[in-house]
């Protein structure tokens, strides 16, 4: 039986760079009573507005709140909702001086109108184009200059196709971290699928590799699930994949150690952020244990219990103890 107590106390010493698309999400919330005269849409009287960390910022939270020390790497807009962004990741004890502002970027931003506690309608403001190489080259001198004064036990890579983590960026950042021995976590989108090659963990989900590896499945078991391990590490020679797979839980496999974990039962309210959630957790889990099926079952559990909340949230540290020490045996 795991010493959670223990573990938890663990991720406290845990020291974890973000590099990844960063972004603001806001939310209107109000309610709807009637339709508008103008057009067949709602009319939503609005009751307040909240501002919430998104993308990459995402996973960031969820390591903060687990109570490790949490550094971001990024490039944002110079502008009001990068300055928003920016304070804030530093009211939640997250390290933003090696972020970089620029004035050829907007910070990604997705605002969503809330009614009856539901998503009506979504408004993003970004920028997808990838960085310039000067940008490029700004943003990996940061990195290094952390992995050599930090020396932390861990990287996530956190990619949202927003143009921050351009094939370059992702292949010498890989590189660097592999020469200063820190743990690199992938949760990759479609785009850059196959460019993560040496990674220790890599994190999608089950329709992700479906696109990337262009598989028509019904069912997923253990087997196919293997099958999809092989094809994965022939092209990208990783350690660990670790794949999720919506209701059925989860899936890894490391070597020949291999399990498919089913998922708890949830009253499911929304899956945003699960996926930021998911590789936190599993990231730091790894880093203080190197227990590659403990990893896979707490990232479960936590990515079920942050599905139970409305929108983007961090997850409760103190909820995931419980719900491990009841369901882990």
């Not at 939310?27 to 009319?43: K, T």
């Not at 950042?173 to 592999?178: E, G, I, K, P, Y």
């Not at 949760?187 to 696109?211: A, C, H, M, Q, W």
Request: charged share 25%; proline share 3%; with cysteine.
């Amino acid at each position: 039986m795991v010493n959670l107590n223990k573990l938890f106390e663990q991720f406290q010493q845990v020291k974890a760079g973000v590099i990844g698309d960063m972004m603001l999400d806001t939310y209107l919330w109000g309610h709807v009573e009637r339709i508008s005269p103008e057009a067949p849409v709602p009319v939503v009287a609005l009751e307040r507005r909240e501002h919430r960390i998104g993308g990459a910022g995402n996973v960031a939270l969820n390591l903060a709140s687990l109570g490790a020390r949490v550094t971001t790497f990024s490039v944002i807009g110079a502008d009001p909702d990068g300055e928003q962004l920016e304070g804030l990741l530093r009211e939640e004890g997250i390290d933003t001086s090696y972020l970089i502002t620029s004035r050829d970027r907007i910070t990604t931003t997705k605002a969503r109108v809330m009614g009856r506690n539901q998503q009506m309608l979504r408004l993003d403001s970004e920028m997808t184009v990838d960085l310039t190489a000067g940008a490029e080259d700004e943003l990996l001198g940061e990195l290094r200059r952390y992995l050599e004064m930090e020396r932390p036990q861990v990287v996530i890579f956190e990619d949202y196709n927003k143009g921050v983590l351009t094939q370059r960026v992702i292949r010498e950042a890989v590189a660097l971290c592999r020469r200063h021995e820190v743990i690199t976590a992938v949760d990759p989108k479609r785009k850059n699928f196959f460019s993560y090659e040496g990674v220790t963990i890599f994190k999608p989900n089950l329709k992700e590799v479906k696109e990337g590896l262009n598989l028509l499945l019904d069912e997923v078991q253990l087997p196919v699930l293997r099958k999809i391990h092989e094809q994965l590490m022939e092209r990208l020679q990783h350690q660990i994949s670790f794949i999720t797979l919506s209701e059925k839980g989860v899936f890894f496999q490391n070597g020949e150690q291999a399990e498919q974990i089913p998922s708890h039962l949830r009253n499911i309210a929304d899956v945003s952020g699960a996926g930021d959630t998911v590789i936190a957790v599993a990231s730091l889990v790894y880093a203080v244990t190197r227990d590659v099926r403990l990893m896979a079952e707490i990232a479960n559990i936590a990515g079920g219990l942050v599905c139970e909340e409305v929108g983007t949230a961090a997850i409760d540290r103190v909820r995931l103890m419980e719900e491990c020490g009841r369901l882990l045996r």
